[in-house]
């Protein structure tokens, strides 16, 4: 165990500002610092940092306490994990635990400790092999240092040998994806190991880069996913760059590890690359935690211009402000970066980055597109942005570029606006966004009615939110009584109560005979806009899937106005503030909101 008092030192000497703020972006105000939320996707910083009380508090979720819980809440440490990171940062020596501690549960310090030591093999086994690799893209040793690059020998078993004998067990091997499953033998053979960090510096996975000429292996692999390493959810090189992201508010994004290693060496020290994947959601937030600004710089081959193109939108749909390098033909960041001095790649950089529009106008001009195909792709872009004043400035640049008035422009946006809300269960931010109805509860609420009984009894798809099979009616009726759910609109408690009658007396069927239907429900049925749903298609799945996001984003938004009246409370009577009952319930209520909030993030 750690003993008392060195966890007491640790915890005075660490201050809480120089922690969060080597994982989120604060800014002074006053005696406090303030900061977005990383555990929501908000628009305006709710977490406030108080250097004086050495505590942080999120509005936005309801989290708070000290610089461990922050870790805890943020890293997923547990307790001695986060003292251990506060230990290392402050330079505080610490009694280490002995080995077969971690070795001996199934937790997440043992793969930290495998991948510790698997590191340092590789980095150990770097030879005259590796050499020619280093040399052609002229790594100096300094950058070979930084990054922890290091090789994996070409023997089948000889990682997985050394392990064991230093005392490791095979299973926690295995489970680190660095043995395979079925032959015991080394995952990474015959390759340069480029080690993935955490925010925090924890080494969470590796990627492996073959040296050897046959064929049929391919060229880059990387770990297998496991506990603690999920390739959609970390950026190679976002630990070393996350500093220099806060200090100049923009991030380069590249697509890999040589990518990064070429681009800091030459001095461009704010760049990350996807990890083999294309851009994900949670790595635009993981870099929006730091920076809204991005500027894209992929392999100028067929490939990287069409990832390139995919990612605009994700990225214009979070709020991002992108630029893009286009580089010469059959370069890459890596090639270009190690080929030119300073002041030619200077000002290629200033000369060659376009907006979005520019970039995307320019590449399907290059593909032959017709002005027509190009004008659409580019609106269906601008829809993306939710800043009606950016939209605007943007237009008018599509306007200027492509000759078109302004005016037909924005018939168009307006035309497509209209096919969005029928097409796709996406459209559910646009409707909320565009509606005259202020309360996105009434939009929702309308929603889940309509969808019940137009596809009521339509068996629900098993998932990872919906465990067991259910029809939609039945699911909706047990969800809202499950929860209290008292509906804005009067009707639609009525409505909901013969609804529930219906369900006890196991009589829901009978919903799609017309002639003894109720009339308030026959009357809801025909008001349903039934072109809506035309893109279902009867299509189960899709059903399905509407609505869940649908129930999900209704009982979010629900939980959501309980608090914010909570609070309103809290301000009014002070009194309410010594009440445990009472803030224990806007705890609990914030928990069970956020539960939903993962499951609808894991549903989209």
């Known amino acids: 165990m750690i003993p008392k008092k060195i966890i007491e030192k640790i915890l005075e000497l660490s201050k809480v500002e120089e922690v969060i703020s080597e994982f989120l972006y604060l800014k002074k105000t006053g005696v406090n610092y303030k900061a977005k939320s990383p555990f929501s996707n908000e628009r305006n910083p709710s977490l406030i940092v108080s250097p004086l009380k050495q505590i942080w508090k999120d509005f936005s979720s309801g989290k708070g306490g000290n610089v461990v819980n922050f870790l805890m809440e943020h890293e997923k440490f547990n307790f001695i994990e986060a003292i251990k990171y506060l230990a290392k940062k402050y330079n505080i020596k610490i009694n280490n635990y002995k080995k077969n501690d971690y070795l001996d549960s199934l937790n997440k310090e043992s793969l930290f400790i495998i991948n510790k030591y698997a590191n340092f093999f590789f980095i150990k086994n770097l030879n005259k092999k590796c050499h020619d690799f280093f040399l052609k893209r002229k790594f100096n040793l300094s950058i070979i240092n930084k990054y922890e690059i290091g090789y994996a020998p070409n023997n089948y078993n000889e990682f997985t040998n050394s392990a064991l004998k230093k005392g490791f067990k095979l299973k926690f091997l295995k489970k680190s994806g660095l043995v395979n499953n079925k032959t015991n033998n080394d995952f990474f053979i015959n390759r340069i190991i480029f080690p993935i960090h955490s925010l925090s510096g924890v080494i969470i996975g590796f990627g492996g880069r073959s040296l050897s000429k046959k064929d049929y292996l391919a060229k880059y692999i990387n770990s297998p996913e496991n506990e603690i390493y999920h390739k959609g959810d970390n950026l190679y090189g976002i630990y070393q760059a996350k500093k220099y992201i806060i200090k100049y508010d923009f991030c380069y994004l590249t697509e890999g590890y ?138 008018k640049e599509v306007s200027n570029l492509l000759k078109i008035n302004e005016q037909t422009l924005w018939k168009e946006i307006d035309k497509l606006k209209f096919l969005k809300k029928k097409n796709t269960s996406k459209s559910i931010n646009l409707i909320l966004k565009s509606s005259k109805e202020l309360n996105p509860l009434i939009i929702l609420e309308k929603k889940l009615f309509q969808i019940s009984l137009l596809y009521g009894n339509t068996k629900l798809i098993s998932n990872n939110i919906l465990k067991k099979k259910t029809s939609i009616i039945e699911e909706f009726i047990f969800q809202i009584k499950k929860d209290n759910i008292i509906f804005i609109i009067k009707k639609n408690n009525y409505i909901f109560n013969f609804l529930y009658k219906k369900y006890l007396n196991g009589d829901l069927k009978s919903l799609t005979n017309p002639k003894i239907l109720d009339q308030n429900l026959i009357k809801l049925i025909s008001l349903i806009d039934k072109y809506e749903f035309d893109f279902f298609n009867q299509n189960r799945k899709k059903i399905s899937q509407y609505f869940i996001e649908i129930l999900l984003r209704y009982k979010s938004y629900y939980i959501s106005n309980i608090i914010k009246n909570k609070l309103i409370l809290l301000q009014k009577d002070k009194k309410l503030s010594y009440d445990k009952k009472f803030l224990l319930k806007i705890m609990n209520l914030t928990k069970k909101k956020n539960n939903i909030n993962k499951k609808l993030n894991i549903f989209i």
Do not use: H, W
Request: net charge positive.
């Open 258 to 395: 040589t990518d990064v290693i070429s681009m800091s060496q030459f001095g461009i020290k704010n760049v990350v690359a996807t990890l083999g994947t294309s851009l994900t959601i949670n790595q635009i937030l993981l870099i929006k935690r730091f920076t809204k600004n991005i500027t894209i710089i992929y392999d100028s081959d067929e490939a990287g211009i069409n990832s390139c193109l995919r990612i605009i939108d994700l990225l214009l749909e979070e709020d991002m402000n992108i630029k893009i390098i286009s580089l010469p033909e059959k370069e890459d960041p890596d090639s270009f970066f190690r080929k030119r001095n300073y002041q030619d790649i200077i000002f290629f950089l200033k000369k060659n980055t376009l907006n979005f529009l520019q970039f995307k106008i320019q590449i399907l001009i290059k593909k032959k597109e017709n002005k027509i195909f190009i004008l659409k792709n580019l609106i269906n872009s601008l829809l993306k942005i939710s800043d009606l004043i950016k939209r605007e400035i943007y237009l």
